[in-house]
T-cell receptor, first 111, second 115 residues
Framework: SQQGEEDPQALSIQEGENATMNCSYKTSINNLQWYRQNSGRGLVHLIL?????REKHSGRLRVTLDTSKKSSSLLITASRAADTASYFC???????????FGAGTQVVVTP | EAQVTQNPRYLITVTGKKLTVTCSQNMNHEYMSWYRQDPGLGLRQIYYSMNVEVTDKGDVPEGYKVSRKEKRNFPLILESPSPNQTSLYFCASSWSSGEISYEQYFGPGTRLTVT
């Protein structure tokens, strides 16, 4: 069963615009992670946010976590064509070795 | 270079013919995991290992076996592959420390087709 669900499923924006995608989950978590995947290649870790954190930044990325709403958001600011990829959220629960991924948001950034 | 390697990268096989997909990491990570990725379903965890000789089931373990005899290697074994195991497989590893988990490093993937 999938824990995280991303929204929207697909997003098309122009270079320079911001991209926001959301992740909702069902049960309590130890941490939530965001990954990027380019066209069937391996996933690349972006940000890990722990259950006691509310916001984290990394370069042009900003992640928020609202445990009361069981949701997280990933914001990519000033997007570039190279940001075109699929983005996945993954949750680690109390048995933190188990990681559950959502189905992903496909982002296309056009020049 | 720190990396997770998988072999083979592509494999076409027939139903019932046992196969092994190897996974190796050079980062001295305690934790390793296998996932399969199917269109529209994201990644689903097959098995994971917290350390040598410690393995546990993920969400979709049926039809798969794993072993962790050495820290760096975590092979995935399909004893009798079936067409529904046609998928893109990823191995991943990460540090671990007690109850704290860390980001995972993924291999390049193995595309398996079972006819």
């Amino acid at each position: 069963s999938q824990q995280g669900e991303e929204d929207p499923q697909a997003l098309s924006i122009q270079e320079g615009e911001n991209a926001t995608m959301n992740c909702s989950y069902k049960t309590s978590i130890n941490n939530l992670q965001w990954y990027r995947q380019n066209s069937g290649r391996g996933l690349v870790h972006l940000i890990l946010i722990r259950s006691n954190e509310r916001e984290k930044h990394s370069g042009r990325l900003r992640v928020t976590l609202d445990t009361s709403k069981k949701s997280s958001s990933l914001l990519i600011t000033a997007s570039r064509a190279a940001d075109t990829a699929s983005y996945f959220c993954a949750t680690a629960g109390d048995s933190w070795g188990k990681l559950q991924f959502g189905a992903g948001t496909q982002v296309v950034v056009t020049p | 270079e720190a990396q997770v390697t998988q072999n083979p990268r592509y494999l076409i096989t027939v139903t019932g013919k046992k196969l092994t997909v190897t996974c190796s990491q050079n980062m001295n990570h305690e934790y390793m995991s296998w996932y399969r990725q199917d269109p529209g379903l994201g990644l689903r965890q097959i098995y994971y290992s917290m350390n040598v000789e410690v393995t546990d089931k993920g969400d979709v373990p049926e039809g798969y076996k794993v072993s962790r005899k050495e820290k760096r290697n975590f092979p995935l074994i399909l004893e009798s592959p079936s067409p529904n195991q046609t998928s893109l497989y990823f191995c991943a590893s990460s540090w671990s420390s007690g109850e704290i988990s860390y980001e995972q490093y993924f291999g390049p993937g193995t595309r398996l087709t079972v006819t």
